[in-house]
């Protein structure tokens, strides 16, 4: 549609207001009010225009643009009406804007410059210290109601895109204030320090207390990167304070892709480490025992001399590399790369082993590619939404948003299929509670379900797949009745989920690691392909399998190649033309068979095989099963080099250490979960001695007589893109503003939104028969609980980065157990009790969270905390294909140590 606007024709959207049609086409029209993550509500009457055919004056932002309107922005009557609100909302506001942190940012302060509001209009100075409220004593915000002027913003931005309903309004008129319900403290509230309030406020009334006097908005330099927590990608900007080097408050612009200027607690108010005085700022050499400073010439000479030496003696694949999904494309390329071309092996693998090694393994089989299909933006168009294994709101806080959307705004029913009560359980149309490690019966009772009652897509499965009949006799004898006896889910919930996924026009799988951490990984991965083929839901939007990756570079490690399997781009180290390929880009001698897996590597330590092992942030003690053997892996290896940004438990063990940036002092790329590849910008200066990841990598390389030079990520990039068809087309210049997503094989490509259109990677999607596996250890009378183990929303793997941020350890300091109420009544235990949990492997110390949350006979654990590491007590038994250990189901014992005082 056409409208005219100040005299300019512009075209409109069907279902935009003026106020949103004018910004598209540049047009500004003053608001204060109005954001577009919000319902429209034209409370502050600042957006105010003149509109032909219309009595007085119309509030833009909630008038509908329609072909043929005339509209008037600026004339003289909209302009007085503009400053005599501007005068009454800046007298209301008490201004101190000299001494204000948004000084220079303010939308309120801009407009009263703009309309030359002068001090006669202001009135007496009225600022008083804020009396306590919900934010007092809170280290993450804090309120000054003297700057509020009441617009509402965070009030509906907590109810309608974050929806924790967290904060509302107390009093009227003048003395109206923004408050939680019965005035609640802030952390004992709804309120999961998202922030969103904060982000949305037109005048600094909300601000993070850290930021507080750390320096004005106007004296900020903003770089924008991407966030370094988990694998959603969101895009911040890191506000930095040019005269101290730091951080002071990270933020998010609307409608950056993908997550709308949403963000969640870390993205933040996590950001802390990056400054913190714990930060490693010179190479460390173990000497009679003890860590103490080296030079760089010393640590790398010492390196150098003995994996030389052990290469000597043991051959190449004596030595095994572990990369990290916290370093960029670029640095995982590179270590790879040395560890291949530079050692001789293929021993070089990353934290993906364990959390998503089934997920590709499974996928790749069914589809021929590993990823997700689908994109986040998908979501909250999707008719029917699948969540098994994944507790989205808490590992993935941004993606939830979407899938809160797609059910509260757009109608979709959403079926939620996880052992514990999860947040998204208030929204889903069905909870199927199923037993931990019974997902397999649980799918193939929906596909029994769906074959039975003939709501499969035959089309769908005679033009696009091949095998289906190998599934029909596995999953015709899991009626939902015999799986009820295996999931504990009633019958009649089963064939319900199996119904209402079947029968919508889109239906979205979306699973984590609570699918992927068992022994029967691959194959419950292989069940969700099946089950999404049978429907018809692979190849086309807001449908797909949607793996959501956890940590913020684990796709683009694994695309990089630090998989013992496969060179970058999941291109074969056992195919011969590939092996070729790679030994001439390279011009090295490479190995022609696949190396050792993470848990591999450890055990290969115990019988003398591995003799050196190089870490790149990863911290395996900390972040691997069984904790006790993988320490023990530690301190017998003969040469452990780690590098890293602080001295994490793993670094402990080294001989080595080596100081690396972090995110914040890097320029490169990440891959987020829905394979899209993003920048990476150098925001502050680096501390001490401290060196980029790669430039790390090329001095060893070159120590060791594999020459590795290059002068700047970009020309890494450019080499990443000659040998992985996959990131072929990706370049710098190319996703400055917006990242692509892969595949995108040349220049001219614009990137791939969804995978599998029109025909798989593989050519047909394959079907796999699928049968119910137990998991590798049961309760037993002496260990009669189920344990589990997981994220949570307030920290992030093993805390090395999270758990230095005062504001986030304040909501969570500690771990705990998660333990049904009446199970704690038969073993005497209180909520806040201290207890013992233990397994065959070892016992931990932790606090009793007692509640609902998880069903009787089961256990939850997180395991982001070193005090009672979950990790002591999980199994370290593999999945035969991926050989991924089951974190997710052992057989744990709980005990009271001490009644509560």
Known sequence: MKLTIDGKQITARQGQTVLEAAQTN?????????????????????????????????????????????????????????????????????????????????????????????????????????????????????????????????????????????????????????????????????????????????????????????????????????????????????????????????????????????????????????????????????????????????????????????KSESGPDSIAGLSSAKCTNEDNYLFQKFIRAGIGTNNVDHCARLCHASTVAGLARAFGSGAMTNSIDEFKNAKCIFVIGSNTPEAHPVIALSIREAVVRNGAELIVADPREIELVHYAKLHLQQRPGSDVALINAMMNVIIEEDLLDKDYIEERTEDFEQIIEAVKEMTPEIAEKITSVPADAIRQAARTYAAADTASIVFSMGITQHTTGTDNVLSLANLAMLTGNVGKESAGVNPLRGQNNVQGACDLGALPNVYPGYQSVEDADIHAKFEKAWDAKLSAKKGLTVVEMFHAIEDGSIRALYLMGENPALSDPNLNRTRKALEKVEFLIAQDVFLSESAQYADVVLPAFSFAEKDGTFTNTERRIQRVREAVNPPGQTRDDWRIVCDIAGATGLPMQYGSATEIMDEISSVSPLYGGIAFDRIESVGLQWPCPDKDHPGTKYLHKGQFKRGKGKFHAVRFKEPAELPDKKFPFVLSTGRQLYQYHTGTLSRKSPAIDQKSPTGYVEIHFKDAEEYGIKDGDSVEVSTTRGKVTTKASVGTQVARGWLFMPFHFAEGPANMLTNDALDPIAKIPELKVCAANIRQLQPKS
């Open 26 to 310: 540049g047009i500004d029209i003053p608001n204060l009010c109005y954001d577009p993550r919000l319902t429209p509500s034209g409370s502050c009457r600042l957006c105010l225009v003149e509109i032909e055919g219309q009595r007085g004056l119309q509030p833009s932002c909630v008038f509908e643009a329609r072909d043929g309107l005339v509209v008037k922005t600026n004339t003289d009557e909209v302009r007085e009406i503009r400053k005599t609100v501007i005068e009454l909302l800046f007298n209301e506001h008490k201004a101190r804007c000299t001494v204000c942190d948004e000084n220079g940012k303010c939308n309120l302060q801009s407009y009263a410059y703009e309309y030359q509001i002068g001090e006669e209009a202001l009135g007496p100075a009225l600022y008083t210290e804020p009396a306590p409220n919900y934010t007092t004593g809170n280290l993450a915000m804090e309120y000054d109601p003297n700057k509020c002027i009441r617009c509402g913003r965070c009030v509906r931005i907590c109810g309608e895109v974050q929806m924790a309903h967290a904060l509302t309004f107390k009093n009227r008129a003048a003395e109206t204030e923004v408050t939680t319900a019965f005035d609640l403290p802030l952390n004992d509230s709804t309120c999961v320090l998202c922030g969103q309030c904060i982000s949305t406020c037109p005048t600094g009334a909300l601000y993070e207390r850290s930021a507080k006097g750390s320096g004005q908005a106007k004296d900020l330099v903003r770089t924008r990167t991407t966030c370094v927590y988990c694998g959603v990608g969101c895009q911040i900007d890191l506000n930095v304070n040019p005269k101290t080097n730091r951080i002071v408050r990270a933020t998010s612009e609307v409608g950056c892709i993908p997550n709308d200027g949403n963000l969640c607690v870390k993205g933040r108010f996590g950001m802390d480490f990056v400054g913190h005085a714990e930060r490693l700022t010179t190479p460390l050499i173990k000497r009679n025992g003890k860590l103490e400073e080296a030079s760089w010439d010393e640590a790398i000479g010492l390196i150098a001399e003995k994996l030389k030496k052990i």
